[in-house]
């Protein structure tokens, strides 16, 4: 059973925009060699393993590449 409440784990504060700042965090997650491509790749991968362990390891890898 899971219980979901939608909260910040560290309280923030913006003052300020940085648009700089911004397109850098969102190429790690969005490029071609961010987060979201590798744990998609790792994901994809998985099905194409022989057994289960190997299985399992992707899919750990590729659920770990989504943590902040």
Sequence with gaps: MYYYVKSL??????????????QTIISQYGGPDGELAASLRYLSQRFGMPDQKSKAVLNDIGTEEFAP
Excluded: E, L
């Design 9 to 22: 784990q560290y309280p923030i504060n913006i003052k300020r925009r940085d648009p700089k700042m911004a």
